[in-house]
C-alpha cells in the first residue's frame, strides 16, 4: 500500500520553519530552494538562493550531515556529471518526534543512553570517539566503558544503526543506475537492444530488489560491531554471564544514526495498546502489551501488515508484569494467580475472535494459527485502518455534525452509494443528506459519478436523464487532505513558537547571560519579568503538547499501513 503524498505546500512550509529553527537563515535559503524547485546542482542553488559558492557547499554539507539532503552520487560514477541534490521531506520531518523519541530512550534505557540519542541528534552521525567526546567521557576509562555499553545495547537492538556515504546517495538513482546496467548486459548476451515489456520488468524488480538488499546490509547493526574474544577472569564471567552484550565492542570507524523506523514501532505500539483499551479494557491492553513485547526483537518495520513471528500463551504471560494480574482477575470471583494463563487465553480469544463484524470497525486485533496450543500474530494492518478511519469520522464530526459522520460511513462501507442509499442506511431525510453529501464534497472527502444506465445511453451522452449518480469515497485523497490540514495545523505551531520567543527576545537575553550561569536569575528579575517569564514557559509548554498530538496524528496517517486500498 502507498503513502500519502508528503510533498505539499503544507508540508514544504513545515520544513522550512523546522530548518530554519534548528540552523539559521542562510542554510534555509538553501533548504527552500531545494524544497520549491526540485533538484538541483550546487550551481544553480547558488544561484537561487543568492548566496555565494562556498557558503552554499557549507549549507548543503551540514544538510547532508544531518541526512536531510541527498545526492545522486554523480562524483563517485565519473567527473563529467554534475552532482545533483534532493531535500528528503519525509526525513526533516521526523525531526518533530525528537521529544518522544528522548523520552522513550530515557524511560527504556535509562539516563546516559538519553544523552547519546541527544547527541547523535544533535550532531546527525557521530562514530564511537566522537560519541565519548561530546559525552564528556575522554579520560575517564570507567564512563568510556560505560558509554560503549549502552552503544552496544542500542545498536544491538536497532535503535541505533551505522550509516555510510551509500546511504546517502538517492535510492531512486541507484535503482535507475542498476537496472541500466542491468539492461546493458541483458543486450549484449542478447545481441538486441530491443526487450519484451516482461523482461523490462523483471530486470527492474531484481534492481529494486538487489538495492533493498544492500542498502539493508548497509544498515545492519553488526556492521558497527565485533565479537570480543579475549580472556577474563572466572569473576568478570560470572559478572556477564547473562548479559550478552559483554560479548560485543563497537567499531570507532563506523559512523552512527538514530534508527527512526525502530522507534516509530515502539510508538505505533503504543498506539495500538491504547486502541485495545479504547475498545474492549485495560486488561486487555495490558495483554495486547505483553503480546507485542514478546515479539518486539522481530518488530524492524512500522509499516508491516502484521508481526513476523507467532508468539505463543507462554511466552505472552512471561511478559505480563505481575502488577497487571488484578486487571485481569478484576470482577471475577475465587481466581489465583494460578489462573492467570486461561484468562490470558480467554482475552486473546476475544481479540481474535472469528465472530466479530467485518467492517473496520469490528475487524481482529490478532489472528492465530491453527494448532492445538496456537500462537498470536498481531494484525497490525487492520488497527491502523481502524485508526484512520476514526480519524476521518472525527473530522467530520467536528467540521459539520454527528449526521455527516454517519454519512460518510455508509458511502465508505459502500464504497458507492446512491442519494436513496445513504438515506436509508444514515436514517436521514433526502434532502438533509443531499445537503451534507454536498458538504462532504466541499471538504475534498467524496466525490460524485456519473453511471450511464444502459450501454445504449452510454453512447449517447447529450441527454442527462440517461445517468444515474452515485458518491464515492477516494480514501487515498480524503487522508491526503487530512494529512495537508495536520501539516498546516503543525506549521502553524512552529511558527507561533518561533513569534513567543522573538517577542521576548530580550527577556531571554537576560536570563542567558554567561556570568551568571549556575545561578538562579528568577531571583533578580523584576515582578513584570517573572510575569512574562512565566507566561512564556506556559506558552511554550502548551505549543509543545499541540505539538506532540500533532506528531502523533501525522505518524498515524503517514507512518502506518492500512487504510489506503492497493491499486
Known amino acids: 500500500m502507498e503513502a500519502v503524498n508528503t510533498n505539499g505546500k503544507d508540508a514544504v512550509r513545515l520544513c522550512e520553519h523546522i530548518v530554519r529553527g534548528a540552523f539559521g537563515e542562510v542554510v534555509c535559503r538553501v533548504a527552500s530552494t531545494l524544497l520549491n524547485r526540485g533538484r538541483l546542482t550546487a550551481l544553480s542553488i547558488s544561484k537561487l538562493a543568492a548566496l555565494a559558492r562556498p557558503t552554499t557547499n557549507a549549507a548543503l554539507l551540514i544538510l547532508i550531515q544531518h541526512n536531510l539532503v541527498g545526492s545522486t552520487g554523480a562524483s563517485r560514477r565519473g567527473p563529467g556529471e554534475d552532482e545533483m541534490y534532493e531535500f528528503d521531506v519525509p526525513e526533516c520531518l521526523l525531526r518533530l518526534r525528537w521529544a518522544r523519541i528522548l523520552a522513550l530512550t530515557e524511560q527504556t534505557f535509562g539516563e546516559e543512553a538519553l544523552v547519546i540519542v541527544r547527541q547523535v541528534f544533535m550532531y546527525g552521525k557521530l562514530s564511537m570517539p566522537e ?18 555499553r549502552t552503544v552496544v545495547k542500542l545498536l544491538r537492538q536497532g535503535f541505533l544503526e551505522p550509516t555510510c556515504a551509500e546511504l546517502l546517495m538517492l535510492r531512486s538513482d541507484q535503482i535507475d543506475r542498476r537496472y541500466k546496467s542491468k539492461w546493458v548486459e541483458k543486450s549484449a548476451a542478447m545481441g538486441t537492444k530491443l526487450h519484451s515489456a516482461n523482461t523490462l520488468a523483471e530486470l527492474r524488480k531484481v534492481s529494486i530488489s538487489e538495492i533493498n538488499d544492500e542498502r539493508r546490509a548497509f544498515r545492519d547493526p553488526q556492521r558497527a560491531l565485533k565479537e ?4 577474563r577472569s572466572a569473576k568478570d564471567v560470572a559478572k556477564s554471564k547473562g548479559d550478552p552484550d559483554e560479548k560485543w565492542e563497537v567499531l570507532d570507524d563506523v559512523p552512527l544514526r538514530v534508527n527512526y523506523d525502530k522507534y516509530n514501532v515502539l ?89 466479530l463484524a467485518s467492517d473496520n470497525t469490528g475487524a481482529r486485533f490478532l489472528s492465530h494459527t491453527d494448532h492445538s496450543s496456537p500462537s498470536y500474530f498481531v494484525e497490525i494492518e487492520n488497527i491502523c485502518t481502524s485508526l484512520k478511519a476514526s480519524l476521518l469520522t472525527e473530522l467530520v464530526r467536528d467540521r459539520i455534525d454527528d449526521k455527516a459522520a454517519r454519512v460518510l460511513a455508509v458511502v465508505a462501507r459502500a464504497h458507492f452509494a446512491s442519494e436513496t442509499m445513504v438515506r436509508d442506511c444514515a436514517m436521514i431525510p433526502l434532502r438533509e443528506a443531499r445537503q451534507i453529501l454536498s458538504e462532504l464534497q466541499k471538504l475534498s472527502l467524496i466525490d460524485i459519478q456519473e453511471v450511464p444506465k444502459t450501454a445504449a445511453k452510454a453512447r449517447n451522452p447529450m441527454f442527462p436523464s440517461a445517468d444515474y449518480h452515485l458518491w464515492g469515497i477516494d480514501l487515498r485523497k480524503a487522508y491526503g487532505f487530512l494529512l495537508a490540514g495536520v501539516y498546516k495545523t503543525a506549521a502553524n505551531l512552529v511558527q507561533r513558537r518561533e513569534k513567543e520567543v522573538e517577542k521576548r527576545a530580550a527577556l531571554l537575553a537576560k536570563i542567558d547571560r554567561p556570568d551568571l550561569e549556575g545561578v538562579d536569575v528568577t531571583t533578580f528579575l523584576s515582578v513584570k519579568d517573572q510575569t512574562d517569564l512565566g507566561e512564556l514557559n506556559n506558552a511554550l509548554t502548551m505549543l509543545s503538547l499541540a505539538e506532540t498530538r500533532t506528531d502523533l496524528v501525522t505518524m498515524m496517517l503517514r507512518d502506518l499501513p492500512g487504510g489506503i486500498p492497493a491499486k
Open 131 to 148: 560519541i565519548q567526546s561530546e559525552c564528556g567521557a575522554t579520560g575517564d576509562r570507567n564512563k568510556v566503558l560505560s558509554l560503549r
Open 228 to 231: 570480543v574474544k579475549t580472556k
Open 267 to 355: 510508538i505505533r505500539n503504543e498506539l495500538i495498546i491504547k486502541a485495545a483499551e479504547d475498545r474492549w479494557n485495560r486488561a486487555a491492553g495490558e495483554v495486547m502489551r505483553a503480546v507485542l513485547t514478546a515479539s518486539l526483537q522481530y518488530q524492524h518495520d512500522p509499516k508491516e501488515m502484521r508481526t513476523d513471528q507467532p508468539v505463543g500463551v507462554t511466552s505472552i504471560v512471561d511478559h505480563l508484569p505481575t502488577s497487571s494480574h488484578k486487571l485481569l482477575m478484576a470482577g471475577i470471583a475465587g481466581q489465583s494467580s494460578k489462573n492467570v494463563p486461561e484468562l490470558v487465553r480467554q482475552y486473546l480469544a476475544v481479540m481474535s475472535g472469528d465472530d
